[in-house]
């Protein structure tokens, strides 16, 4: 049974265009039936203003069935609003309640230039699907659906990606602006299915082609607004190459002679490159051996603009090394844990890289133990020949974690007393 809401107030972005002033408009909307989507709220206000002869609010849509993506707002505060799972045409004014103010914007992210109102421009996402996030299929008669048989596990994954309609909610919503998961939504469900497999490395190519175009027009325009030399630009990744979703790291020599991959604690997984360019204080093509982690950014970024670091944090400051000068900092050593694929922890020291797989199903698993120096790939486990590093390192390992509010960041070091006779840590 249908209900009326009533007095929802909206609050409602208004822009004449990219580059006009935009502000909030106040509008009353004094009934709606509960029944009404969303949109067809907008649909009656704008009724409403075009016989008051003001101009309508314009906003962006087309199927209304949630499967075109272009009914993109960000409804008090979030992309395509409360309703989880569902595009802004999918929601209903059941979904508020009688008094309610709701604030309308558009897409907020630098990549998504407002043209009025509430519609902006996604043309930044039509670039990536145009570099690659296609196939090129004859047309002609239907085929035979039946023609390619596809593993049903196989199927599924690429359906769960298909199911991307390309809104660009996932850029809103992000903190950087980024469209990581429309790019991967984009190339993994084509590279999982035989059809996609003709040009799956043509696709990956030109993807990559484009974000190297994109990071040299924002290298242009740092310059052309000449902030150049106020302006520190990191380049890196968060993990090695992945082999997921239909993704080949042998096609690029992804992680080169290092072994292993992205949830992989050898090298392949997670050492990474870093680029750093800041014209005035880095010297061009200059190349460093610290040894350094993501969790150093924190202190860097931090020192950088003149605030404090928590004195919580494992980070150090890499500034003296992008500055080329004396001082650095090492670290003590570096540790990794990772909680899925029965745990997995590592610790780097020096030339030492410890490692040891199974830890929440055996927290005794043997650690293996490798010379970096003289064996990047971690070929070769030399836990035999070292001992008393081994048991360093061990020690390292079970002192170097903090417990997590989370249970299942909190797996066991060590054995339980009386289950194989060891020592439980705490
Ligand atoms: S991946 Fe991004 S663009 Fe695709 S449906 Fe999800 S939020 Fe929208
Ligand atoms: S209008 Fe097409 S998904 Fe909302």
Same mark, same amino acid.
């Given at each position: 049974m249908s209900h009326t809401l009533t007095n929802i107030t909206l609050k409602i972005w208004r822009q004449d265009g990219p580059d006009g002033q935009g502000r909030f408009e106040t509008h009353q909307i004094p009934q709606i039936s509960d029944e009404a989507s969303f949109l067809e709220m907008l649909d009656i206000l704008n009724e409403r203003l075009i016989e008051e002869g003001r101009e309508a609010i314009v906003f962006d849509h087309d199927c209304r069935e949630g499967i075109c993506g272009t009914c993109s707002l960000m409804i008090d505060g979030q992309a395509h609003g409360p309703q989880q799972g569902a595009a802004t045409?999918?929601?209903?004014?059941?979904?508020?309640?009688?008094?309610d103010e709701i604030v309308?914007?558009?897409w907020r992210a630098t990549a998504f230039p407002i043209i009025k109102d509430l519609m902006v421009s996604r043309a930044p996402l039509d670039r990536i699907v145009e570099s690659g996030g296609f196939i090129t299929a004859p047309t002609g008669g239907a085929p035979d659906a039946n023609l390619i048989p596809i593993p049903k596990p196989v199927s599924d994954a690429a359906m769960d990606n298909a199911a991307c309609i390309g809104c660009g909610a996932c850029v809103a919503a992000c903190p950087n602006g980024a469209a990581s998961l429309f790019t991967s939504a984009k190339l993994t469900h084509l590279n999982l299915l035989p059809q996609g497999q003709a040009e799956r490395y043509k696709r990956a190519?030109?993807?990559?082609?484009?974000?190297?175009?994109?990071?040299?027009?924002?290298v242009a325009k740092v310059k052309e607004l000449g902030i150049a030399n106020n302006t520190l630009i990191m380049f890196t990744s968060d993990n090695g190459p992945h082999q997921e979703g239909g993704h080949d790291p042998a096609y690029f020599n992804s992680n080169g002679s290092q072994r292993g991959f992205k949830r992989d604690l050898y090298e392949g997984g997670i050492h990474v490159p870093m680029i750093a360019a800041?014209?005035?204080?880095?010297?061009?093509?200059?190349q460093t051996d610290h040894l350094s982690a993501f969790w150093d950014v924190l202190p860097t970024v931090a020192e950088l603009v003149g605030q404090p670091v928590p004195d919580t944090i494992d980070g150090v400051s890499f500034v003296p090394t992008l500055l080329g000068k004396k001082g650095q900092e090492e670290h003590k050593y570096l540790y990794w844990e990772f909680h899925e694929k029965k745990g997995r922890v590592a610790l780097r020291q020096?030339?030492?890289?410890?490692?040891?797989? &199974?830890?929440?199903?055996?927290?005794?698993?043997?650690?293996?133990?490798?010379?970096?120096?003289?064996?990047?790939?971690?070929?070769? &486990?030399v836990a035999d020949q070292h001992p008393e590093?081994?048991?360093?390192? &061990?020690?390292?390992?079970?002192?170097?974690?903090?417990?997590?509010?989370l249970p299942k960041f909190n797996f066991p070091l060590v054995r339980k007393r009386g289950s194989h006779g060891g020592v439980r840590k705490k």
């Open positions: 045409c999918q929601l209903h004014m059941r979904t508020f309640s009688s008094g309308i914007e558009p190519e030109a993807m990559v082609e484009v974000m190297d175009d994109d990071v040299g027009e924002l800041w014209p005035g204080h880095i010297a061009a093509g200059t020096g030339q030492w890289k410890a490692v040891r797989y &199974n830890v929440a199903a055996d927290p005794d698993s043997p650690l293996e133990l490798f010379d970096l120096s003289a064996d990047p790939g971690e070929t070769v &486990n590093v081994v048991t360093k390192m &061990n020690a390292q390992i079970k002192s170097a974690r903090t417990a997590s509010e």
